[in-house]
Nanobody, 123 residues
Framework: QVQLVESGGGSVEAGGSLRLSCVASRYTYSRYCMGWFRQALGKEREGVAVISSAGRTRYADSVKGRFTISKDNTKNTLDLQMNSLKPEDAGMYYC?????????????????WGQGTQVTVSS
C-alpha cells in the first residue's frame, strides 16, 4: 500500500506562487508514474501534471508554462511549482501515484491518492 502525504497548500493572491510537495510512504518514485490532480468546488477532478518513472512530464494545457512538476528519487519527494497563479487554479490538490507502464501516465490509471492540500487564489 502506497501512502502519499501532500503539503504546501495555502492562500495566495493572483499572480503569486506556491510550491506543493508530496512524500510517499515507500520507495516509489523511480518506478511509478507520479502526478498532481486538482478538484475545484463543484467540478470533477482533473489532471494537472504527471511525470513518468523516466522523468517525462506532461501538463494540462491550462497550466503549461506556469507550473513545473519535478521529483527527487533520492528524497522520495514530488513537487509542483506553481507560478502566476490564477483564481481558476484554486481547489484541492492531490498527489497521486501508480505503477503504470510507459511514459504517458494516463490520468485514469492512477490508483493511489493523497488526502489533498487546499490552494486558494484570490483575485
Amino acid at each position: 500500500q502506497v501512502q502519499l502525504v501532500e503539503s504546501g497548500g495555502g492562500s495566495v493572491e493572483a499572480g503569486g506562487s506556491l510550491r506543493l510537495s508530496c512524500v510517499a510512504s515507500r520507495y516509489t518514485y523511480s518506478r511509478y508514474c507520479m502526478g498532481w490532480f486538482r478538484q475545484a468546488l463543484g467540478k470533477e477532478r482533473e489532471g494537472v501534471a504527471v511525470i513518468s518513472s523516466a522523468g517525462r512530464t506532461r501538463y494540462a494545457d491550462s497550466v503549461k508554462g506556469r507550473f513545473t512538476i519535478s521529483k527527487d528519487n533520492t528524497k522520495n519527494t514530488l513537487d509542483l511549482q506553481m507560478n502566476s497563479l490564477k483564481p481558476e487554479d484554486a481547489g484541492m490538490y492531490y498527489c497521486a501515484a501508480d505503477l503504470i507502464r510507459g511514459s504517458y501516465c494516463a490520468y485514469e490509471l492512477f490508483g493511489y491518492w493523497g488526502q489533498g492540500t487546499q490552494v486558494t487564489v484570490s483575485s
